[in-house]
């Protein structure tokens, strides 16, 4: 690796840039004792801060206790990229691919989320560092250059404002020696920051009466004449139901395991950048940026003007491992930084600040899966594939319904309805994952996909961060 690259990690945190918004004095309780409640969540990512809101918000007499195993919001949802999308199906074409008869419902249901989200942050003053400023889509290989007409019309379609840039148009934009076009998108999506959102919707969840317990794992989930037991090693919650928003953390009921695999996803914030530096990239709309391989990059600027620059490495470890030790990977961190400056040459001498990992939960169909246990008391929302931030509020929702609402229309959306297709157990799991990355790697270097894609394809499966 060139030795500029590895001096610009060389002072770089093993932390996520949005971390410092967490309040220093946050102080919640362990669970200890027996305690009891209406209904106990298990996780506080947004999934499982959007379940506490809603169910308060639906039925304010109804207790509901959160319960964490780390500290509040310390997993995915403080660690991603800040890109918020409306999407309810990873994108207009997977969607259409996936479920074209719901299509129309779904993009509207997707809309409706996004609306629901910035009324609560403006109703609830929150400063999330909100932005409705689209993406660009943008192609750097020859291979991409050929997808971008599809990716316009996919959005023109379903409604979005968007344009097709050429070469030329797109460094316009953005400069990067690397472009050869984009899809400039400017509804449906924008940025925020996911730390201040967090923390935000705690304060809203803990004036609802919402109360929290972290540092408390619960290690089982029990079946009781009248409710359900939740363990944890100091302690034991009673509750009448439960909504699981543990990510791939805990399968703490049947089929988890099976359909959601973790992937670690990587990520890099510079240090605030010069004027001179602003000025060299132009960017002045500050849209979030994506690239089209199946191996894709996504980046964006903060309020403070550094870049957020992530993705590429989707990794995963044998046996489903998410532990921690994962999350230091430095070849991984090194790339990203190498492709960082292929595409800002402009940039060189910046440094990195931050660096830091996070687990995605993938499922074989790119979208949550939601099911019941126990006898209908404990529903689950899982497996957002990297596209959480926004649909964890929607995937909430369809939780709830599960538990509560037996007519509710989301419940006949083949979305919400079915499950997704289960991984292979191990040892046959890790390389067929293995095999699936190579084949994704093939085809951004061919434009090909080859005999085993196609039979994914085929089976309306796949391997996504
Ligand atoms: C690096 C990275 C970048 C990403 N970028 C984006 C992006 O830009 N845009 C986007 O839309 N999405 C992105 N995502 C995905 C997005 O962050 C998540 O989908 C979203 O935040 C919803 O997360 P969650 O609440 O379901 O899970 P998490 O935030 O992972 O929360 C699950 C929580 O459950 C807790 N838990 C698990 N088991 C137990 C147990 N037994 N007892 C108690 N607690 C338990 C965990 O400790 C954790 O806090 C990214 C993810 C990563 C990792």
Same mark, same amino acid.
């Not at 404002?161 to 460094?171: C, G, I, N, P, V």
């Given at each position: 690796m060139p030795p500029e690259v590895e001096k610009s990690l060389a002072d770089a945190t093993r932390q996520s840039v949005w971390a410092?918004?967490?309040?220093?004095?946050?102080?919640?309780?362990?669970?200890?004792?027996?305690?009891?409640?209406?209904?106990?969540?298990v996780g506080s990512g947004f999934t499982g801060l959007w379940t506490a809101i809603l169910a308060k918000t639906r039925q304010p007499e109804r207790d509901v206790v959160v319960v964490e195993k780390n500290t509040l919001g310390h997993a995915a949802s403080s660690r991603n990229g800040g890109f918020i999308?409306?999407?309810?199906?990873?994108?207009? /074409? #997977?969607?259409?691919?996936?479920?074209?008869?719901?299509?129309?419902? =779904? &993009?509207?249901?997707?809309?409706e989320n996004m609306r629901q989200i910035r009324a609560f942050i403006s109703d609830y003053g929150i400063d999330a560092e909100w932005s409705d400023c689209g993406k660009t889509a943008i192609a750097v290989t020859p291979v991409q250059a050929e997808h971008l007409k599809a990716v316009y019309e996919i959005n023109n379609r379903f409604g979005e404002?968007?344009?097709?840039?050429?070469?030329?148009?797109?460094?316009e934009d953005v400069a990067s020696p690397t472009y050869l076009g984009g899809v400039r998108v400017r509804t449906g999506s924008g940025l925020f920051h996911p730390v201040k959102m967090l923390v935000g919707m705690v304060r809203v969840a803990q004036d609802l009466g919402v109360?929290?317990?972290?540092?408390?794992?619960?290690?089982?989930?029990?079946?009781?004449?009248?409710?359900?037991?939740?363990?944890?090693?100091?302690?034991?919650?009673? /509750? #009448?139901?439960?909504?699981?928003?543990?990510?791939?953390?805990?399968? =703490? &009921?049947?089929?988890?395991?099976?359909?959601?695999?973790?992937?670690?996803?990587?990520?890099?914030?510079?240090?605030?950048?010069?004027?001179?530096?602003?000025?060299?990239?132009?960017w002045r709309e500050s849209q979030g940026l994506t690239d089209l391989g199946n191996q894709f990059h996504y980046y964006?600027?903060?309020?403070?003007?550094?870049?957020?620059?992530?993705?590429?490495?989707?990794?995963?470890?044998?046996?489903?491992?998410s532990s921690p030790?994962?999350?230091?990977?430095d070849a991984s961190h090194t790339l990203l930084a190498k492709h960082f400056f292929d595409t800002f040459p402009q940039l060189e001498g910046v440094r990195f600040e931050y660096q830091w990992a996070g687990v995605i939960d993938s499922t074989s169909r790119f979208t949550p899966y939601f099911s019941t246990a126990l006898g209908g008391?404990?529903?689950?929302a899982l497996g957002f594939t990297g596209l959480g931030t926004g649909s964890s509020r929607f995937g909430a929702t369809a939780a709830l319904d599960l538990l509560d609402d037996a007519s509710s229309p989301l419940r006949r959306l083949e979305m919400v309805a079915q499950k997704p297709l289960p991984f292979p157990p191990e040892p046959f799991r890790y390389p067929l994952v293995q095999f699936t990355r190579w084949s994704l790697v093939k085809e951004d270097e061919t434009g090909r996909r080859n005999l085993w894609l196609r039979l994914l394809d085929s089976l309306k499966v796949g391997f996504n961060s």
């Open positions: 410092h918004a967490f309040p220093t004095d946050w102080d919640f309780p362990t669970l200890t004792g027996e305690q009891k409640t209406d209904l106990a969540v999308s409306e999407s309810l199906t990873h994108g207009h /074409a #997977h969607g259409q691919a996936m479920w074209p008869d719901d299509m129309a419902t =779904l &993009v509207e249901l997707g809309r404002a968007a344009e097709l840039l050429d070469a030329e148009q797109m460094r109360r929290f317990y972290q540092h408390s794992p619960i290690t089982a989930l029990q079946a009781r004449r009248t409710g359900l037991d939740l363990v944890a090693p100091q302690g034991r919650l009673r /509750a #009448h139901k439960a909504v699981l928003a543990t990510s791939v953390f805990s399968p =703490l &009921v049947g089929g988890i395991k099976a359909r959601v695999l973790p992937l670690f996803d990587h990520v890099l914030a510079t240090e605030p950048l010069s004027a001179g530096h602003l000025d060299s990239l132009r964006r600027k903060t309020a403070d003007n550094r870049i957020v620059w992530g993705g590429y490495d989707a990794n995963y470890y044998f046996g489903d491992d030790r994962r999350e230091v990977r008391r404990v529903a689950s």
